[in-house]
């Protein structure tokens, strides 16, 4: 099986963190986002992945390389000029030789592939769009069906009045060769504005599964650090391998926990390789990257520290992100929601 992954999108809503690195391989848990949802696939037998790139192409192929550790073939192909996820699709044309599979980039989640090209193959649909179910759905576009399991309209961000189902695009598709011929060549086109409302009206047959697996669009800072909450949390699986367990602290090689660390649970700390921590105090779930430092008396809760960051004594770190090569001076306070785009420093006390 072969997948197509949307990855050329700016990212603008997870600024500034996406100001250096593009989302599909800001770490998570230290390691590149694409490398956990490309895990996924590869254990379901998907051996060749194609990137769509446009924003940063060369972060792809340093963060991943040719995909030969990941165990799939791994290429890109680059848009000089914003394409739309449509206009992607479409530029990876000579990718599609069977049934293929499209999937957005920001998106963490567990697919069942064989139960997903089931239901593609049993309604003989030309189109297949993955759903996932989610509590409040007037954020997102919902997707109504007919009780055959075929899609019977969309319904882009709607008013609490007009929300008549729980069902939204989680952002993964089988398209037939077919479809994406459909989609006009060389601009820019969306899929969900543009393919999908296109199909119904031409009666095409465009069905929908529904997904009960983990489903996470990482596209906000907030969603970015729910991502690392959940996985050290353990409610998608984490891969471990590499690191050294010392109660609930995961140490990378060459991590140093020193005496005096403590972690009030639930959740887990992960310190990347080469992290130096000494006697601070962590709660819920933490993510510190390589090389990152924490002083004594710093005080870190359900947040993530990106690589080379320096944490100063008696800082406190709540629910926030720090990007890479930051400096948060002593006593300084990084309260929920917010975001240091890399290289900032925090003087002493900052608040
Ligand atoms: P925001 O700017 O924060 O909305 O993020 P985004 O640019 O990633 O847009 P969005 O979340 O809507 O994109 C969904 C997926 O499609 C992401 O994986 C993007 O990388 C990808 N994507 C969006 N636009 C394009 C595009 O023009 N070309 C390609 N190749 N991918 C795109």
Redesign the pocket.
């Given at each position: 099986m072969r997948a197509l992954?949307?990855?050329?999108?700016?990212?603008?809503?997870?600024?500034p963190l996406?100001a250096n690195l593009?989302?599909?391989v800001l770490p998570v848990v230290n390691r590149p986002f694409l490398e956990h949802q490309i895990g996924d696939l590869r254990r379901q037998g998907v051996r060749e992945v194609l990137l769509?790139?446009?924003?940063k192409p060369e972060a792809f192929g340093r963060a991943l390389g040719d995909g030969r550790r990941l165990g799939v073939k791994l290429r890109c192909v680059h848009?000089t000029k914003?394409?739309?996820?449509g206009?992607?699709v479409r530029?990876a044309i000579d990718f599609f030789k069977g049934t293929t599979l499209v999937?957005?980039?920001?998106?963490l989640q567990h697919l069942d592939l064989g139960a997903f090209l089931k239901r593609h193959r049993s309604l003989k649909a030309e189109a297949t769009i993955c759903l996932t179910r989610v509590a409040d759905p007037t954020q997102f576009g919902l997707v109504e069906l007919e009780p055959s399991g075929l899609v019977r309209r969309f319904l882009e961000k709607p008013s609490p009045e007009e929300v008549t189902c729980d069902t939204i695009n989680a952002?993964a598709y089988l398209f037939e060769p077919s479809v994406v011929r459909l989609i006009p060549p060389g601009v820019?086109y969306s899929l969900e504005r543009g393919l999908f409302p296109e199909l119904l009206k031409r009666k095409r047959r465009m069905a929908a599964w529904v997904s009960r697996g983990y489903w996470l669009?990482i596209?906000?800072v907030e969603k970015y650090l729910q991502a690392h909450l959940d996985g050290l949390g353990g409610e998608w699986p984490l891969p471990l391998k590499g690191l050294r367990r010392r109660g609930s602290f995961l140490l990378g090689s060459g991590a140093t926990l020193g005496a005096g660390a403590a972690h009030e649970g639930p959740g887990r700390v992960v310190l990347g390789a080469g992290a130096k921590v000494a006697a601070a105090r962590f709660s819920g779930s933490v993510c510190l990257g390589p090389r990152t430092r924490v002083d004594a008396g710093a005080a870190l809760t359900d947040c993530v520290v990106l690589e080379r960051s320096h944490v100063g004594k008696d800082a406190r770190l709540e629910r926030c992100v720090v990007g890479r090569d930051c400096r948060v001076g002593a006593g300084a306070l990084v309260g929920p929601g917010r975001a240091l785009g890399d290289g900032s420093i925090l003087t002493a006390f900052s608040r």
């Open positions: 992954i949307l990855t050329g999108g700016l990212g603008t809503r997870l600024r996406t593009p989302k599909p769509a790139t446009g924003y848009e914003p394409l739309g996820t206009g992607a530029n999937l957005n980039g920001d998106v952002g820019a669009d596209g906000t």
